[in-house]
């Protein structure tokens, strides 16, 4: 099993930063992949990044591409996803995924263990 606590949710106004954070327990870190994936009320979870195991590689949705940048630090254990120039539609509740195969997925069934979510509003 793999324990994902997640940090960083907030009331920002339109325009502004966010950053979240990811904490992993209970199996190597770098044996996963990590992914954030997003859902608004009701709509259904879509992907919004992906991480490689080392970090090498990342994967994007169109909709937050330039804007915000998925990153990881294996000696932490942790993933973040910096989230700049904020708009309303990037309203939702956020998670962080992770992935104990080998290849990286951009759909929710890819992924093996799930975060409690964070509710990340974005004011107009």
């Known amino acids: 099993q793999v324990q994902l606590v997640e940090s960083g949710g907030g009331l920002v106004q339109a325009g502004g930063s966010l950053r979240l954070s990811c904490a992993a327990s209970?199996?190597?870190?770098?044996?996963?992949?990590m992914g954030w994936f997003r859902q608004a009320p009701g709509k259904e979870r879509e992907f919004v990044a992906a991480?490689?195991?080392?970090?090498?590689?990342?994967y994007y949705a169109d909709s937050v591409k330039g804007r915000f940048t998925i990153s990881r630090d294996n000696t932490k254990n942790t993933v973040n996803l910096q989230m700049n120039s904020l708009k309303p539609e990037d309203t939702a509740v956020y998670y962080c995924?992770?992935?104990?195969?080998?290849?990286?997925?951009?759909?929710?069934?890819?992924?093996?263990?799930w975060g409690q979510g964070t509710q990340v509003t974005v004011s107009s």
């Open positions: 995924a992770a992935d104990s195969g080998a290849v990286i997925r951009t759909t929710s069934r890819g992924y093996d263990y």
């Open positions: 209970g199996r190597t870190f770098t044996s996963l992949i």
């Open positions: 991480i490689s195991r080392r970090g090498s590689n990342t």
